[in-house]
Every structure is written in structure tokens, then in C-alpha cells.
């Protein structure tokens, strides 16, 4: 028996028991989340989505990562006003939420790898975003293919807009997953966020 290999499997077992227990956590945050933003259950965006089969992953570089659908995951909500065809059919007023789980900012989404950075010298975020209706366009399609996809991030903290996705803007502050420790952590920490939204979009309530 190979004892280096003997000890990296063990490792990866381990790491395989923690991830399980970590993302049922985060799960049960985003659960939480949701319900403290009066939203329902919309869609969900991934970095990569798991293959369907397991044929040709021994040529394509990123297979091991394809295996992680969980890795930058988003959770998308919806707080609509109770009208037909919600997703489709916005109103002044009507948000739709994002919730960015980035268990590790050392990892690029859109270059699709990681980056130079450590493990160590990166961090896990949530990256917690709303997108206000402020007068619906007449463009054809839902909250995603409408809005969520072109619609880019702005800086931390700020508000941004597009030429492309005229009548909405958005709102995006990430939290350090590592202050989100308990219920009154949570409680705490969604409440400034709210508020801060609130201010930076010039509305009475998030």
C-alpha cells in the first residue's frame, strides 16, 4: 500500500463528510434568508452543472470541478404582488433577489477556474443582491433571461443599472459567510443589509 496515497485518501474523505455538512448549511441559510425577505423560490444559476453522463470527462481540464455544482451557486427569489405569471408579468415595486454563494473568492466563475489566489488569502462570501422594478419595459421575457442575465453586478455596496435592462436597478453587498454564525448573527447582519438596500435605492422598505 502507498501510505502518501493512503493518507490523501483519507483526506478526501474527510473533505468529502465537511463539504456535505457545509453545504446542508448553507441550504438551510438560504432557506432562512428567503423566508426573512417575505421571497419565494424562482431559479437557480450555476457555475457549472453536472454533466449528464461520464463520457469524454477524462479530456476536459475542468471535470473535476463539473462535479461541483454547488461551487458559486445562486439562489434566485422572487417578492412579487400576487399577480398572474409573476415572473413574466412585472409591476412597479416587484424585486427579485440573488443570493451568491461564494465559498471561495480565490475561484473565477466567469474564467470558469481559479485564480492565483490562496486558499488562505481568499475568503467565503454571500454576495446578496436585489434588483428593483421601477417601471416595466416592454421587452419579452422573464426575470432571468429579461433582467438577471444582462444585468451586471455593480461595486460592492452600490447601485447599478443598464442602458440594456432600461426601467430596473440593482443593489449588491456581500457578507462574510464567517459572521453569519448563528440565528441572532443572521438576524443581524439581513437587517443591515436591508436597510442599507433600502437607503441606496431610495425606497421606504426592502
Known sequence: MNKDLDA???????AYRLLANYQK??????????NKLEAVNYY??????RP???????????????FLPFLDVSAIWLRHQNQEEYWDKHLSG???FGAWVRSDTGFDKYQGHYTTKTAEAST???VLSVVICDEPNDIIGNW?????NPLPYPEDGQVGSSE???GYRVYSKSIELAELADQHSVDTAIGKWRKDAAIALGVPLI
Open 25 to 34: 448549511r448553507q441550504f438551510d441559510l438560504l432557506s432562512y434568508i428567503r
Open 124 to 126: 467565503s462570501i454571500l
Open 144 to 148: 432571468f433571461n429579461k433582467v438577471w
Open 44 to 49: 437557480q444559476d450555476y457555475a457549472f452543472s
Open 52 to 66: 449528464g453522463d461520464l463520457r469524454g470527462l477524462e479530456n476536459q481540464a475542468n471535470a473535476g470541478l463539473r
Open 94 to 96: 416587484d424585486l427579485m
Open 8 to 14: 490523501a485518501l483519507l483526506d478526501v474523505r474527510r
Open 164 to 166: 440594456s435592462v432600461p
